[in-house]
């Protein structure tokens, strides 16, 4: 069972909902129950329909996690017209957010175990808040729907606004493990949204996959937009720059990349459409 006994600190103890859009809404969980709806959200998307390799023990359970779920916030988007077994609303979206004052308590970000972050975290600013995101996923019939997404998109506004953030970065994924067959997305991430040399945060040695596999002359910007998966779309249109390297996960079946996003450097266009006023 997740332990939310002690919560990601300077979590409020009774969170508004943060956007609504019709009958859907986003929050953060606030009980045991509700982050364990969004593991289970997550084991649904990442396990069943997708070619993710559990462990037994969540094959048991029906729910994703790690250790890092004790210490994250965990941002949902339920279904007021749709409800599960227990009789509250559906959890159809989620996202998990970890801040750096909850990832020392962790021992760390989840990312460091694919990138080498430590160039970046000593080289930011005294006092730069610093937000890792992750574990991202819709439930498939509320992917061909916009308000999900740009819902998480508008939880996340509120979040940052709340605890002042200025940076966000984590990795983010595109199915496959191959990733010659991947070319043309890893290509155009590398070419066209390239992270500043001087921040070098580059794949683990071990697991560094080169994500130029393709001259940047033979790459149409705009079919290789559409072959990105939207969320990793949406980063990137709205300023995210993309680190050096993509890792093949093996369990989830994904090949990653990092993603850099100070926040400061949003898009005039998303920051007027996703801001704490949205």
Not at 129 to 151: D, H, I, N, W
Not at 255 to 265: A, E, K, L, M
Request: proline share 6%; net charge negative; glycine share 6%.
């Amino acid at each position: 069972m997740v332990n939310v006994h002690e919560p990601a600190e300077g979590r409020l103890s009774q969170w508004p909902v943060l956007a609504s859009w019709g009958a859907l809404e986003v929050r953060l969980a606030e009980t045991e129950a509700e982050v364990e709806a969004a593991q289970q959200l997550r084991y649904r998307v990442f396990y069943e329909e997708m070619s993710a390799v559990p462990s037994p023990q969540m094959r048991e359970e029906r729910r994703d996690f790690d250790r890092f779920d004790d210490v994250c916030d965990h941002m949902l988007v339920v279904d007021r017209e749709n409800h599960d077994e227990d009789g509250q609303p559906k959890v159809v979206g989620t996202y998990r957010m970890m801040r750096d004052v909850d990832a020392r308590r962790a021992g760390g970000f989840y990312t460091a175990s694919e990138f080498d972050i430590a160039p970046l975290l000593s080289g930011v600013a005294k006092g730069t808040k610093l937000l890792e995101l992750g574990r991202s996923c819709v439930l498939k019939s509320y992917r061909a729907k916009p308000a999900c997404l740009q819902l998480l998109w508008r939880g996340l506004a509120v979040f940052n606004g709340r605890f002042s953030i200025d940076l966000m970065f984590g990795c983010a994924s595109l199915a496959g493990t191959d990733p010659d067959a991947l070319a043309l997305p890893l290509s155009y991430l590398h070419h066209f949204h390239p992270m500043p040399q001087s921040m070098h945060v580059r794949a683990l040695p071990q697991l560094y996959v080169d994500m130029n596999r393709m001259p940047k002359d033979a790459i149409d910007p705009k079919e290789a937009l559409r072959a990105l998966p939207p969320l990793i779309k949406g980063y990137v249109r709205a300023g995210a720059r993309i680190g050096d390297g993509a890792v093949i996960d093996r369990q989830f079946g994904t090949t990653d990349v990092f993603i850099h996003f100070p926040v400061s450097n949003m898009n005039a266009r998303y920051s007027s459409r996703f801001g704490p006023t949205a």
